[in-house]
């Protein structure tokens, strides 16, 4: 979901308050995605990480640190280690998406081919633990390692429920927990881990972007059925044209008569699709408000993650990502 047309930009002034730090994460990056043996490698990851990606996960990280009082450097690599799971599963992603594109430009499946996306996504998940030990705290290893296995098992649930008009809201926000909020509550958990903080001020963190990454998706997936592309990035109705069965589609699905049921099988489980079907979808949405209690789900899932912040001692930076909390679903109000 892209985060660039709302009023206020709390990813901004978080941007502003962590240069320094996301300076060096940077570096850090450049550093770590170079390969003396294989340069397709970095060519690959280049073409990712130059597309003007907001890095929020690794800001989420330095937040975190910065917000628990850590002194040292380690965040950067912690916060280094968050982007290259992020990209990996991206680089993975679009092929199994048959992607074509990504934050505006040709994937790299697109550009280069499905093996060498395969190939230097599973690199950087390599990278991505060489980076993580390196700390030498073995919670934040846990914390990571656990993530990145969360997250390959949300993937594989939402392939095997895809298209599948029995899925429930419980599974969906299995898949959702697993291929989003994973990787935001283990930045902002690790962060705090990091810097030693009182467990209660790591429960809150973990909660926090656990509550995070579940709005920021189920926006996401809203969006698709009536966002703006130009803000979005994605093409409106690219869920249903790819037949995936998010909360919108099971909501208005549960909802349905036996016609409309048999539209939904035609479409979404048999993938008989013609001209005209996105707009019955839509149709069929607005009749049983199914776009709108998607909307109070995810604005309920960012007033959880404010919430969570309630823990902390009050700060410039717990206020920022209050606010940042409230700004991933602005546009839905």
Sequence with gaps: MGLDHAATKPHDALAAILASDMDAVNTLIRERMASRHAPRIPEVTAHLVDAGGKRLRPMLTLAAANLCGYAGGYHVWLAATVEFIHTATLLHDDVVDESQQR??????????DNQSSVLVGDYLFARAFQLMVEPGNLRVLEILSNAAATIAEGEVLQLTAAQDLSTTEDIYTQIVRGKTAALFSAATESGAVLAEA??????????????LGIAFQIADDLLDYGGDSAATGKNVGDDFRERKVTLPVIRAYAASDAEERAFW??????????????DEA????????????????????????????????????????????????????
């Design 103 to 112: 934050r505006g430009r040709p994937t790299a499946n697109l550009l280069w």
């Design 198 to 211: 009182p467990a209660e001020h790591v429960t809150a963190l973990r909660d926090y972007g656990d509550a």
């Design 265 to 278: 099988t035609r479409t979404i489980a048999k993938g008989n699709q013609q001209d005209g079907d996105l």
């Design 282 to 333: 839509l149709r069929i949405m607005a009749k049983y408000d199914a776009l709108g209690t998607t909307r109070q789900t995810a604005l309920d899932w960012s007033d959880r993650a404010r919430s969570a912040l309630d823990a902390l001692p009050q700060s410039e930076m717990r206020d920022i990502l209050s606010d940042l909390a409230a700004y991933v679903v602005a546009r839905l109000r």
